[in-house]
């Protein structure tokens, strides 16, 4: 004679339950060792490293309020017209030639106002640092003492690849600042 089996089907949905949970803890354990992974690799130190950036005429921080808006601590450039001096360094040990250096400044809250500036360093020498001048960059907007956003703008520095030069990597370093051509720079500031 034949025996008949029967399951009851709450067994069949609690086995199921638990092959599906362990599934997902499975490929969510795989996904976070390659997220670990990618963020080692992020960390390490660039060929090329962003020691600062200058702008001339000076700029300076304080608040300024528009209306009922208040920036504090903004960067303000009082002209619109600047030049932006950038400082690199060579963190490796081999020489680098007819390195691409680019300016990109951008209008925050408007990206159809957008400038490219290119540059290029002739060489750089292992453990040496440089300096390259974008000069008279004019401003593409201005807050005038009135609006929070007219003004402010977004620098960002690209320092690009050149397999024959010796540069493997790209290095990119932004920041923002506020042009308000009415905000009075105070004489200490001020170049002599």
Not at 183 to 191: H, L, M, S
């Amino acid at each position: 004679m034949s025996k008949i089996i029967t399951i009851d089907r709450k067994y069949i949905v609690m086995v199921a339950s638990a092959f599906v949970i362990c599934l997902i803890g499975f490929a969510g354990f795989s996904l976070w060792q390659n997220t670990n992974a990618s963020v080692t690799k992020i960390n390490e130190v660039p060929e090329i490293k962003m020691l600062g950036v200058t702008v001339e005429p000076a700029s300076i921080i304080k608040d300024v309020t528009y209306g009922s808006v208040t920036l504090k601590g903004a960067q303000v450039i009082s002209t619109k017209t600047f030049d932006l001096i950038a400082t690199v360094q060579n963190t490796t040990a081999k020489k680098m030639t007819n390195v691409p250096v680019e300016l990109q400044m951008t209008l925050i809250g408007d990206e159809t106002k957008k400038v490219t500036s290119p540059g290029n360093l002739a060489t750089l020498e292992p453990g040496a640092t440089a300096r390259i001048a974008f000069r008279q960059i004019k401003a593409l907007g201005d807050a005038l003492g009135k609006s929070a956003t007219s003004g402010q703008h977004l620098i960002t520095l690209r320092v690009k690849p050149n397999l024959e030069g010796g540069v493997e990597q790209a290095t990119e370093a932004s920041f923002r600042f506020n042009v308000d051509s009415t905000v009075k720079v105070p004489t200490t500031v001020k170049k002599q």
